[in-house]
C-alpha cells in the first residue's frame, strides 16, 4: 500500500447553454468523457481497439480499455485490470442548468493515471464542447481543483488556459494521519451512491456484514496498487480477514436506490441499482481505518467508474473528525 498514491479531482463547470441532467449523473459523465477522450486522444480512428497497433501506448485504451500486459501474477488472475479512474458523484442532486449557471462533478485518477493529467482536462473541455445530458447541453471548464485528504480543496491545477501539474497527491501517509481521528472500536460508513457487493457470485440484496466489505476493499486496493501504482502485491489478507469476521454490523439506516443505464455495447438497459445509506460496524477496527480511508477515496464494488460506491467515514456522536 505505500506505492498507492490518488488525485481528487473538483472539476467547476458553467453552462452555456441549457442542460437537462438526471437525477444521477454516472452513466452522462462517463459515456461524455470516454467519448471526449477517445476524440483527443485517438490517433487510428479507423482502428478498434483491441487490434489497434497504438493500444500499448494509447490513453484511452489504458483509462477504459484497461488490460493487463506486464505478465505479473496480477494478469495472469485477471483479464482486465480495474479503471485507473472513478468518479465522484451524489445522487439525486443535479437537474436544470441553465446558461450561466454553474455545477461541479468530481473525478479520483490513480497512479500512473496521474501522468496523464493535461489529457483529462482536455477531455473535461471537450466534454462542454460536445454536451451532455438530453438534447447534449454545452459548458466550459472554470477551473479544476485538487481536494486534500479531507475533501478540502488544496491548489487550483487548471484556471484561465492554465494548467499546473499536482505537488503531493494524497496517500497511504494521509490514509494513516486522518484514521487517527477516527474510533478504532465503531464506524459509521455513509453510502452516497449505491453500493454493489459481490459475495461468492451473488450481488448483496441485504447490506453487507463486515467481511463481506473487507474481501472486497482488500481486493480493490491490491488490484490498484498491482496494475496501477507499480506496487508489489503483497498486502496479506488473510489476518485481516480472520479480524473482518469478528466486527459486527449494529446499525444501519439503509435503502436500495434504482438505477439503470443503457449498454451501447450490449445493446440493452442494465440494472445496477445498490444500497445508500448509513451502516455502523462496532469491533477491532484499528487495522481497517487506513484501508477504509483509501476506500473512501476510490469507492468500492462494482461500477466504480460509474461513480458507485463512494461513501465517506461519518462523524460519530462525541467522536467528531479533525478538521
Known sequence: MRAFRCLRLKVEAKATGHILLPPYLGSTLRGAFGMALLRSACAL??????????RARCIYSYTFETSPM???????RYGTAPHPFVLNLET?????QEAGSTFHFGMTLVGRAIDFLPYFV???????????????????????????????????LYENEVLRMPGEVPGLDHALALSGSLSSR???????????LVYEGELCTDPPRFHVLARNLLRRLN?????????NEGLCVGPLLDRAETVRLTDRSTA??????????????MKMGGFVGDMTFEGDL??????????SWVNLGKGTSFGLGRYSLAPLEGHALAD
Open 45 to 54: 480512428r479507423r482502428q478498434k481497439c483491441p487490434t489497434c497497433l497504438l
Open 70 to 76: 506486464n505478465g505479473s501474477e496480477a494478469d495472469r
Open 92 to 96: 439525486g442532486r443535479e437537474g436544470v
Open 122 to 156: 482536455f477531455a473535461f473541455q471537450r466534454m462542454g464542447e460536445l454536451g451532455i445530458g438530453k438534447g447534449r447541453g454545452t459548458f466550459e471548464v472554470v477551473r479544476v481543483w485538487s481536494l486534500g485528504s479531507r475533501d478540502d480543496p488544496q491548489e487550483i
Open 186 to 196: 465503531k464506524v459509521r460508513l455513509r453510502f452516497v451512491t449505491p453500493l454493489r
Open 223 to 231: 488490484n490498484l496498487v498491482a496494475f496501477h501504482c507499480e506496487g
Open 256 to 269: 436500495w436506490y434504482d438505477w439503470e443505464r443503457y449498454s451501447k455495447r450490449q445493446d440493452k438497459r
Open 286 to 295: 484499528e487495522q481497517f481505518l487506513p484501508l477504509l480511508v483509501l476506500g
